[in-house]
């Protein structure tokens, strides 16, 4: 049995966006295993195996089957002991709940205001009309009315990163001398980004834009493996 890895994609099924399979992409990768990449929509993921799952990642590796992309993580850390660490002891877990934390609060917001509308644009009809409901709840206007914060969202993003800039002065990566799961948090925020939309979110120059075009190259230069959004949605 082989070990599968589910992903959200838009219509174009080879364009997978979904931060937290990121996350698991690089992960499984860290840990020399092979697994296929098998796309899902929106309107699929009730069909993931057992049917339980509401949200991607899910992982099926050879018959043991996982949700959330933390618990992925641990799980996959524990079952390939053997293999190369993706937290180097109890304290990097700790750091990753932490960058965890610090992702879904300071990053995710100005993204999702650039990146929603166009999200929209590559899915699917019936992917469409679930999206717009569901994202139009949860941010509670519309995905027009959120893509016309985009400027004021991206414009406080540089000073959200003031801590990152401030790690990556005394380090090459979250996880000291080589990349850990913590890199691969945060690389799957900005990989969404760059999938997604054509508005920039990084800098040259800045060291968050240097160490995300590392990240980029890590496992192959398998993060380079979806193009980036190439035209802007209209405002």
Known sequence: ?????????????????????????????????????????????????????????????????????????????????????????????????????????????????????????????????????AREKRFGKTLEALFETRHAALADLPARLAPLRAVLALQPWFGGERPLFADYILFGVFQWARVCTPEPVLSPGDPVHDWFERCLDLHGAVGRSVPEAEAATAA
Do not use: C
């Open 1 to 133: 049995m082989q070990t599968i890895l589910y992903s959200l994609t838009g219509a174009d099924t080879r364009r997978h966006y979904s931060p937290h399979v990121w996350k698991i992409i690089l992960a499984l990768l860290h840990k020399g295993l092979e697994f296929e990449l098998r796309a899902v929509s929106f309107d699929g993921i009730a069909g993931i195996e057992d049917g339980s799952f509401r949200s991607v990642p899910v992982l099926n590796d050879r018959g043991h089957i996982e949700g959330d992309s933390f618990a992925i993580a641990l799980y996959l850390e524990q079952r390939y002991a053997d293999r190369p660490s993706l937290f180097g002891g109890a304290g990097g877990i700790a750091m990753a709940r932490f960058l965890e934390a610090f992702s879904k609060e300071m990053l995710h917001p100005p993204i999702s205001a650039a990146a929603m509308l166009d999200m929209h644009a590559m899915m699917s009809p019936a992917d469409q009309a679930y999206f717009r409901a």
